[in-house]
């Protein structure tokens, strides 16, 4: 089979699903971890098992050469301290640029923290506000989104907006599924090739076309499906897409 490519003129990007909104972006040159350093948080989240885990921890191959850590927030489903501080230990060529929630907590929680300071970038997080840098090749555009929820609105949520190897990636944490929470960005006129959008935006006519008029992605993975709804789910969103990726089987790839 041949698997479709970002479009004529960008090289293919490889894609696996570590747990909940974990994913690793591999281009031809770079490799990307997003929210796939956590340990298990609710039954209703997917984390991974402790064999991928040590192997995750310990940078052991594949993952032994991972360009750029990448965290949403600090909730538990998504990040954990001595998870990324374990990876980082043992992958000095990696870095996290981060919130200051996240940072402080690797740095509070994280024994060998002194070790890791180096790889530790601070990221100031505002509501609205993005700033853009380059981190081992890779061009992250950090964007100051708003968590879903009332009972967070203090947590600090990034997306981020990835440029790598020609290809443009999404990936907006647990963001609040409200137009005001986007526009500012202009992010529809990016022309991302690959959205990763928690599925709750995608039940919704409402949803859909916040994703279709705030982000206008060519492809969209579904991400953050509990174990236990992983078929319901799955099922319903394909009624709305017939070419979508729904996330599901830890360590399922896919080739874009």
Known sequence: NIEPKLNSKKSSVKVTYIANEGVLIE????????????????????????????????????????????????????????????????????????????????????????????????????????????????????????????????????GHLIEADGGKFLHIGDADMATENFSVFNLAQENIDVAFIPYWFLLSKEGRDLVKNQFNPTHIVAVHVSPSEAESVTKELKKHYSEITVFTEILETKTF
Not at 100 to 126: G, M, R, T, W
């Open 27 to 158: 281009t031809k040159n770079k490799k990307i971890l997003i929210d796939g350093l956590h340990r298990k948080y609710k039954d209703a989240y997917a984390f991974p098992p402790d064999e991928l885990r040590e192997k995750l921890e310990g940078a052991k191959a594949p993952y032994d050469d991972i360009d750029l850590l990448l965290v949403s927030h600090l909730h538990g489903d998504h990040f954990h301290p001595v998870s990324i501080g374990n990876h980082l230990k043992n992958n000095s060529r990696a870095i996290l640029p981060a919130s200051k929630q996240i940072v402080d907590s690797v740095k509070n929680d994280f024994e060998n923290a002194p070790e890791i300071e180096s790889q530790v970038k601070l990221v100031s997080h505002k509501w609205k506000t993005s700033s853009q840098q380059m981190f081992n090749g890779v061009k992250v555009k950090f964007l100051g989104l708003r968590h879903a929820g009332d009972r967070f609105r203090s947590t600090e949520n990034f």
